[in-house]
């Protein structure tokens, strides 16, 4: 049973950036552990999957996890073969190992299962770029089962997940690769608006000066604010719902506190990476990489911190700039070819040819 007023607090937890790797990723876990229950095993670690047939993991972190649980783990890192790889971290937001990781993790599931353990759920933040995190859940039970209600919930997690572990990317308080070196930098330089604790703007520069975007701004994080209290809190799924990963397909709203103890709202430029649509504006841009990642409109409006309206007008923009009239087509666009996930790769793909 999910305790769902401790989702909140697993949000503070991904955008914690001012913790080291190590730190972050240990706060994550402890965070769904306290959702989840001492029931389970946790376990994350930081990928890069960006050349599928050079899989890297590091940093891994472990909760609850006993010693045979934590020897499968390093079995895991022997089974990770390219079309694993393809299937799974750069195709997944989230999914039972044995519905997503079979016939590749049959080994593992099987060692498992000696040691009187069952399935893995895993939480994925999937990005582009191949190189994210990823948190997952070991249970006792055959197969880890969830209802439509709470596979919407973690999915959204794994948005989350992602824009956080990206942000602290560029940001420079993770190193983002297993052998990149850290250079950490304060959270709000470089920032495009910067808040003080009562609302009130103290800069603001590029693509935030605009009336349109301060109000946007303000109103993400005077939301983001509310539901930190105690009543919002224990709202659950209904405050998950309200924190959007981006605000305005742009923005990630974190917290920053100079040594004065004087806390300021930062919004940093968080979009994914994407090359080779230069006929196509930011928000655009976005919009499309989301649904070559597999999401649906609606999925799309939540990530992005954008209404469903507005996800269809871009997409139709998109389109029209690129010279196609539908999504399906849009999706088969060169440029991303290394972006699409297995079931937007199937779906772009041409009928066969029966002559042939």
């Not at 060692?111 to 249970?139: M, Q």
């Not at 604790?197 to 994080?221: C, D, L, M, P, Q």
């Not at 006929?279 to 209404?307: F, M, P, W």
Request: glycine residues 8%; proline residues 4%.
């Amino acid at each position: 049973m999910l305790d769902e007023t401790k989702l909140v607090g697993l949000l503070e937890a991904l955008y914690a950036f001012e913790l080291d790797d190590r730190d972050w990723l240990s706060r994550s876990l402890a965070a769904l552990a306290d959702i989840c229950g001492p029931d389970y095993h946790y376990i994350g670690f930081f990928y890069d999957a960006s050349n599928v047939h050079d899989f890297k993991v590091w940093n891994p972190c472990a909760v609850n996890a006993t010693p045979e649980v934590l020897a499968s783990f390093e079995t895991f890192r022997t089974l990770t073969t390219p079309d694993f790889v393809r299937a799974t971290f750069r195709s997944l937001h989230m999914g039972s190992s044995l519905r997503t990781g079979v016939p590749y993790l049959e080994p593992l599931l099987a060692e498992r299962a000696r040691g009187g353990w069952g399935d893995i759920f895993n939480i994925n933040g999937l990005d582009p770029s191949g190189v994210s995190c990823i948190l997952t859940i070991g249970c006792r039970e055959p197969e880890f089962v969830l209802d439509p209600a709470s596979q919407k919930l973690y999915r959204r997690v794994s948005h989350h997940l992602g824009a956080a572990f990206r942000c602290r990317r560029r940001l420079g308080v993770s190193s983002g690769r297993a052998d990149d070196e850290l250079k950490r930098v304060a959270v709000s330089n470089g920032a495009e608006a910067i808040l003080d604790g009562n609302g009130r703007f103290v800069h603001a520069e590029g693509a935030a000066e605009s009336t349109t975007a301060r109000e946007r701004i303000k109103s993400a994080a005077a939301t983001i604010d509310t539901l930190r209290t105690n009543q919002k809190r224990r709202q659950g799924r209904e405050a998950l719902a309200l924190w959007h990963p981006l605000t305005a397909a742009r923005w990630t709203i974190v917290d920053h506190f100079e040594e004065n103890g004087r806390r300021y709202i930062v919004a940093r430029e968080n979009q994914v990476d994407a090359q080779g649509f230069e006929l196509l504006t930011d928000r655009e841009r976005q919009v499309v990489v989301q649904a070559a990642l597999g999401c649906s409109n609606k999925e799309i409006a939540y990530a992005l911190g954008i209404s469903e309206a507005t996800v269809r007008v871009l997409m139709a923009r998109a389109a029209s700039r690129l010279g196609v009239r539908t999504k399906k087509r849009l999706l088969e666009h060169p440029a991303l070819g290394s972006i699409r996930t297995e079931e937007t790769r199937s779906a772009a793909s041409p009928p066969p040819n029966r002559n042939d």
